[in-house]
């Protein structure tokens, strides 16, 4: 028997990246998967992953930060036999812009899809953890949600809103067994510090920062994901953990 051999996990944002990394780490540990992402291809790749790990895995393409994708995704789970007992928010855009540069419909943009839609996951999701009496919820934060950074306003308030979020949710659900963490990373090689890790100044930059002197590896979130998930960790809920190499205590 795997750890997550009889759980069902749905994880948003697998495309590539973090959200990719999670769903192996998941589909290795015995979770049957439900995998959403927007751009059907990198999906499916994804999905095809996992499903040579062993995993059994449903895809489904929607844009979290849409009530009425995040409906029909709701209705299509219902229809399955098996419910979600673990869901992971990795879904997740940045913004770098000065404050005067940012249009509204940006600003509404990056926080419909960083933080509103964990609030449409967790309300769509939460009542049949609450049925079972049993969950884990992951919510991705950032180390940027703790620490400040110039034409980083509206992705530093939707992280930091995430660590608000998670921890009266965890309040919330504890008495059903549900447990809600989020995970910090610092800075990890995937395509959406493209333009950092491109520049090789900025990218030397930010090496000088981070203590263990390497940008992190996506498997390691999946690692510390996978724990959370675990039936072992429900001890553990209304925290965050940071994974970024030591950057903000530097
Ligand atoms: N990489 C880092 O260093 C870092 C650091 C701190 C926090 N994080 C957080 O970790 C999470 C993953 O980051 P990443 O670096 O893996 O990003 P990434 O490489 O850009 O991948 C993001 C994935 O999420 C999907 N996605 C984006 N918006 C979506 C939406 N509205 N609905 C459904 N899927 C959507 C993307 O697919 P489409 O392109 O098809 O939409 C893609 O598959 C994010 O929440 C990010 O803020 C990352």
Redesign the pocket.
Known sequence: MLPLSSQTALI?????????EIALALARSGASLWL????KG??EQTAELARDLGAQVRTWV?????EDDVNRLHEAVECAPATVSILVN?????LRKAVTDITLAEWNRIVA??LT?IFLMSRAFVPAMKQARYGRIVN?????SMTAAPARSG?AAT?AGILGLTRSLALELAEWGITVNSV??????????APLLNDPRISQQFLRRIPVGRW?R?PE?GAVVEHLCSPESGFITGTDILIDGGWRTA
Not at 36 to 39: E, K, Y
């Open positions: 948003t944002g697998v495309g590539r990246g973090l959200g990719r959403v992402s927007r751009t990198e999906l929607a844009d979290v930060a849409s990795n879904a997740g855009i940045h899809v960083n839609s991705l934060s950032s180390v940027t992705y992280k910090s990373p610092g800075t990890f090689a995937t395509e959406m510090n992190g996506p979130i």
